[in-house]
């Protein structure tokens, strides 16, 4: 809803937001109909990603 509304999420655990965002993108990559080749470099990519955005949070 905050997506839609520009409402502040501040006030939500991280928890809950990763919760949502894992929602979120299954159901983008459900509606994207992928190929099992273009599955494997969507995640790929995603996993590349994700290790990066870890590499640079502080800790």
Not at 17 to 40: K, M, P, W
Not at 41 to 54: H, N
């Amino acid at each position: 809803m905050a997506v839609s509304t520009g409402a502040d999420i501040d006030d939500i655990d991280a928890e809950a937001r990763g919760g949502h965002f894992i929602l979120l993108l299954t159901a983008l990559v459900v509606e994207s109909d992928l190929s099992n080749s273009e599955l494997d470099a969507f995640l790929d990519d995603a996993r590349k990603l994700a290790d990066e955005w870890l590499a640079d949070a502080p800790r």
